[in-house]
């Protein structure tokens, strides 16, 4: 079991920035990826992000593609979200996960919460 634990969620003004982190604990050697998800109030959740552990490979939505950035520590098991520009739509839950080999979500973490003030 992969244990995945967000932080640094926040309100912001537009244009603003924030910068969320991911640690993981438990089985963390079997996942391939970690990613970044997010669910703005009374939409479907949405993949943000995402970064192989081993190649440090990334992949973003065209929605945040320029302005977030993911990265990764291995030694610390940790993944990071640099979200610059902020923009009002970018409001929403982000949650963390843990992604497999073949592209399912393992593990979720419950997520934290970004807000964007116009």
């Known amino acids: 079991q992969v244990q995945l634990v967000e932080s640094g969620g926040g309100l912001v003004q537009a244009g603003g920035s924030l910068r969320l982190s991911c640690a993981a604990s438990?089985?963390?050697?079997?996942?391939?990826?970690m990613g970044w998800f997010r669910q703005a109030p009374g939409k479907l959740r949405e993949f943000a992000a995402a970064?192989?552990?081993?190649?440090?490979?990334?992949d973003y939505a065209t929605a945040v593609k320029g302005r977030f950035t993911i990265s990764i520590d291995n030694a610390k098991n940790t993944a990071y979200l640099q979200m610059n520009n902020l923009k009002p739509e970018d409001t929403a839950v982000y949650y963390c996960a843990a992604v497999s080999a073949a592209g399912g979500v393992d593990a979720w973490g419950k997520g934290t919460l970004v807000t964007v003030s116009s």
């Open positions: 438990g089985r963390t050697f079997g996942s391939a990826a």
């Open positions: 970064i192989s552990r081993s190649r440090g490979a990334t």
